[in-house]
């Protein structure tokens, strides 16, 4: 079964609604670009819209294995990229189409490798100016960072987050982003809290161990919400999990609207379990930072994150849709 397999789908919408809180995380990359960065034939790339591309870097033939050619992409990726060239390094659709390139390496290099390539492109940038350190940065905070990115991804943007710590640049931002990062970070224990049940009782995350769960943050009032609910009732593959004990439902409401999380709970499939967190203890104790909704975890049976802060794009992407 593929349930716990984390596969990432290249191009995935966003489909989600604000919450109160601030911004989470989850990753997105596209496969097609990235593995043709990683080959490296220190050719242009098609430029979309007459953009110009940075060629990409030749990776040597001794270099076999794919993360340690992604290291060599990241490393040299901006190697034919002058920072105090102002026209390039200031022209948003120059400076954003490459980064995006660049980004969608990033998830198959190692972390050294990131971390390495990262910095040497900060730092080429912070050299040349203090508008071409604001600028760069700025689009990586809005491609990586922020939740309604599609490229969206928390591990990704981590070695920008450790670089402006270690370099004093608006560090306490850094700090913040970087604990942000480190929450419920994929391969830790998901923090636990407890939620009342649509029918009556209470329970908690971790009373769902020994089992994994599919835990979906939503609003009862949010058409996105809506549309996940409806698509995923659309999956058999979901509801056969369900049934034959391979996986548990969760759907949490982390608000105080009771009457309308009522009305709206008894709408959902009754296999899932349905819960409400009235006294918003996720947001009072900043146990998840949930930027948008519906926003998706996978857990494991041991509770351990597999899937952070997802969309209803990667979750359907589990099951091969």
Not at 73 to 89: I, L, N, Q, Y
Not at 93 to 102: G, M, R, S, Y
Not at 149 to 175: C, H, K, T
Not at 254 to 266: F, I, N, P, T
């Amino acid at each position: 079964m593929r349930i716990l397999v984390f596969a990432l789908a290249a191009g995935l919408g966003l489909v989600a609604c604000g919450h109160s809180k601030g911004e989470s995380g989850a990753a997105v990359d596209s496969d097609g670009e990235a593995a043709a960065a990683v080959q490296g034939n220190g050719e242009k790339g098609s430029a979309a819209d007459g953009v110009e591309e940075l060629p990409l870097p030749a990776v040597p033939e001794t270099l076999r294995e794919p993360a340690e050619r992604a290291d060599f992409v990241v490393a040299h990726f901006w190697d034919g990229m002058d920072f105090t060239d102002r026209r390039r390094a200031l022209d948003s659709a120059f400076v954003e189409q490459n980064f995006a390139n660049f980004a969608s390496v990033l998830p198959y290099a190692t972390p050294t490798g990131r971390e390495d390539g990262v910095a040497l492109l900060l730092d080429a940038a912070r050299k040349a100016g203090e508008e071409q350190i604001d600028f760069l940065y700025a689009v990586a905070v809005n491609y990586l960072y922020n939740p309604e990115s599609p490229m969206y991804n928390q591990e990704s943007f981590l070695p920008f987050a450790d670089w402006a710590i270690a370099r004093g640049y608006y560090a306490d931002v850094a700090q913040e982003r970087r604990a942000d990062i480190m929450k419920n970070r994929v391969g830790t224990v998901a923090a636990d809290f407890a939620f009342e049940l649509r029918g009556g009782g209470r329970s908690a995350l971790k009373a769902l161990r020994g089992t994994p769960v599919l835990l979906m943050f939503y609003e009862p009032d949010c058409s996105q919400c809506h549309e996940a609910e409806r698509a995923l009732r659309g999956v058999p593959e979901l509801g056969r999990a369900i049934a034959e004990g391979e996986l548990q439902m969760l759907a949490v409401y982390v608000g105080g609207d009771r009457k309308l999380w009522e009305e709206h709970a008894a709408t959902l499939p009754q296999e899932w379990l349905v819960g409400i967190d009235a006294e918003r203890a996720v947001d009072r104790r900043e146990l998840y930072n949930i930027g948008l909704t519906p926003s998706f975890y996978l857990l494991d049976a041991e509770g351990r994150v597999q899937l952070k802060d997802g969309t209803l794009g990667h979750v359907l992407g589990l099951f091969g849709r």
